[in-house]
C-alpha cells in the first residue's frame, strides 16, 4: 500500500505538481521530474493503474481516506500518498478535489497510429479539437460505443490532461489512440486508413452529404473511421476531401448541429453497429 505521509505545510515543494505547475510543465517534464500527468478521482486512477500507468504519488483528502484505500493499495509502500485536511487541499487547490484523491504518474510511451490501428475495425478521428472537455467526453463514448482507437491530429487537445482524463472517467486509459504527426496530417493518415480498408466518413455539412439512418450497419467485418473536425470551423478541406462521404444527423426546429461530443455519441451509435 501507498505510504501515507501527512504534510504540515502547503508550501511544499511535493505538492508543486498537484496544484502550482501548468498542464505544460507536467507534460514536458520541468523541474527534473520526467513527463508526467495528473489524474483525479478514484474511478480515472483507477483505470490509469490498470491500463499499466506508473504512479509517482497521490494527494488525499484525509477526510477520503478510507474511501481510497483501495486504490491506494494497488501500489507499493514505496509511493508516497500525501494527506491534508480537506480545507487545506481546497486551499492548495483552489476547488474541490473530485472524490478526494489525485494521482501523479509517469506518462505511458506514446502509440504510433500504426500501432494504435492494429486490429482495429472502428476508429474515431479528431481533428483540431481544442476543449479538453469535448475530447474527455468522446472518449468516454467511444469506449462505451465501441470504438477500437481513437487518432488525433497534431493540433488536437491532449487526451491525457487533467481536465480532459477526469471528464474521460478514466476512458482515456481504455481505448488506443494515438496523434499524427505534423507531416502525415491528413494526407498520409486518412490514406492509411483507406490502405487499411477503412471506410472514411466526414461527419459535416455540405452537398451529397448522407443522413446516418440511411447508412447500413457496419456489420462484422466491415471497417470504418469516423472524422470529427474543430469545434469552430469543422473538418478542414484537405481531410474532408479525403473522406469517402459526408454524413449528417438530421435535424429539427431549425438547429444547424449538435455539439461535437454529443453528435460523435450519435454516430457512434448509429455507424459502429
Given amino acids: 500500500m501507498a505510504e501515507l505521509v501527512r ?21 514536458s517534464g520541468s523541474e527534473g521530474r520526467g513527463p508526467l500527468m495528473v489524474v483525479e478521482s478514484r474511478l480515472a ?6 491500463g499499466g500507468a506508473e504512479p509517482v504519488s497521490f ?3 484525509e477526510r477520503d481516506l478510507d474511501a481510497s484505500a483501495e486504490v491506494l493499495a494497488r501500489v507499493g509502500g514505496d509511493v508516497p500518498a500525501y494527506v491534508l485536511p480537506h480545507d487545506e487541499i481546497a486551499r492548495l487547490t483552489g476547488f474541490r478535489l473530485t472524490r478526494g484523491l489525485v494521482c501523479a504518474l509517469r506518462r505511458p510511451r506514446g502509440r504510433s497510429v500504426s500501432e494504435a490501428l492494429e486490429g482495429a475495425c472502428r476508429v474515431v478521428v479528431l481533428e483540431d479539437l481544442v476543449d479538453v472537455t469535448n475530447v474527455g467526453a468522446i472518449f468516454r463514448s467511444a469506449a462505451a ?3 477500437d482507437a481513437v487518432l488525433l491530429s497534431p493540433r488536437c487537445a491532449d487526451p491525457l490532461c487533467r481536465r480532459a482524463a477526469r471528464v474521460s472517467m478514466g476512458c482515456v486509459f481504455k481505448v488506443a489512440w494515438a496523434r499524427a504527426d505534423e507531416a502525415d496530417w491528413p494526407g498520409t493518415t486518412l490514406g492509411l486508413l483507406r490502405e487499411r480498408g477503412f471506410e472514411r466518413l466526414a461527419l459535416a455539412l455540405g452537398e451529397g452529404a448522407v443522413a446516418i439512418d440511411r447508412l447500413p450497419p457496419l456489420g462484422e467485418t466491415g471497417r ?11 473538418l478542414s478541406p484537405r481531410a ?3 473522406c469517402d462521404a459526408r454524413v449528417i444527423i438530421p435535424m429539427a426546429h431549425g438547429v444547424d448541429s449538435l455539439n461535437v461530443a454529443a453528435s460523435s455519441a450519435v454516430a457512434m451509435w448509429q455507424l459502429f453497429r
Avoid: C, K, P, Y
Fill in 7 to 27: 504534510l504540515d505545510s502547503l508550501a511544499d515543494e511535493r505538492l508543486d505538481v498537484f496544484a502550482r505547475l501548468t498542464e505544460r510543465q507536467v507534460r
Fill in 45 to 50: 486512477v483507477t483505470a490509469a493503474l490498470e
Fill in 59 to 61: 494527494l488525499v483528502d
Fill in 145 to 147: 460505443l465501441g470504438a
Fill in 224 to 234: 470504418r473511421a469516423l472524422l470529427f473536425g474543430t469545434e469552430g470551423t469543422g
Fill in 240 to 242: 474532408l476531401d479525403a
